[in-house]
């Protein structure tokens, strides 16, 4: 298996280069963000809560984003491998997907970071914003909120792959097919040392 790790800010463009990236490498996305949409739009108890957090600009708990996540892991026994896109998001969720993976004899290949200047991810989340229904994405407070949390919690994760010599930037700026081919490259380079 090949597991990659699709890292950035709110609006650095994961899931965009998240569905190319599947289907040039044929792995299974698994994104956060959109497994507790769905279950938003499902109105389960779990998606009334979640909403509460994310329409805050803060993190869904630990506990609940890794039962989906190992959930998800359980329901593709046969996966070529995964692409997380928006987990993990905290050093307790990095563990948590650490140690699920060793239970199928498996690791994290590589972590991957898209580098977008903060001036520009405001204003391709408003933008996306006006089209995209997503509440957290038309007040600006609230996405300055998001980039305060993604500081203070998200940022440790890259340190934890870092450690284990598995992280690799990567600039976001510019067209989607060109940081596409730039991700691309990094992917292939790392799946060799896997
Ligand atoms: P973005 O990367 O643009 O913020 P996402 O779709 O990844 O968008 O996430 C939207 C919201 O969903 C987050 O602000 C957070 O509230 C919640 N969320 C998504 N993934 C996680 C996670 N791994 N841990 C905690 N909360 C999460």
Request: hydrophobic share 35%; charged share 30%; with cysteine.
């Amino acid at each position: 298996m090949f597991n990659i790790i699709l890292f950035g800010p709110p609006g650095s463009g994961k899931g965009t280069q998240s569905e190319k990236i599947v289907d040039k490498f044929g792995l299974v996305h698994l994104s956060t963000g959109n497994l507790l949409r769905q279950e938003i739009a499902d109105k389960t108890a779990l998606g009334l809560e979640a909403k509460k957090l994310m329409d805050r600009g803060q993190l869904v708990p630990d506990e609940v984003v890794i039962g989906m996540i190992d959930n998800c892991i359980e329901n593709h026994a046969d996966a070529k491998g995964f692409l997380f896109d928006g987990f993990p998001r905290t050093v307790a969720q990095a563990e948590a997907l650490d140690k699920l993976l060793e239970l199928k004899k498996t690791s994290i290949g590589k972590m991957i970071a898209l580098e977008v200047s903060e001036d520009e991810l405001v204003t391709r989340l408003l933008k996306r914003g006006e089209t995209s229904g997503r509440s957290d994405d038309t007040n600006e407070e609230i996405i300055r909120n998001r980039f305060a949390v993604y500081k203070k919690d998200t940022s440790q994760v890259a340190e934890h792959y870092k450690e284990q010599n598995k992280f690799e930037m990567v600039k976001g700026e510019g067209s989607v097919d060109d940081i596409f081919e730039l991700l691309r490259q990094a992917i292939e380079r790392g799946s060799s040392a896997t």
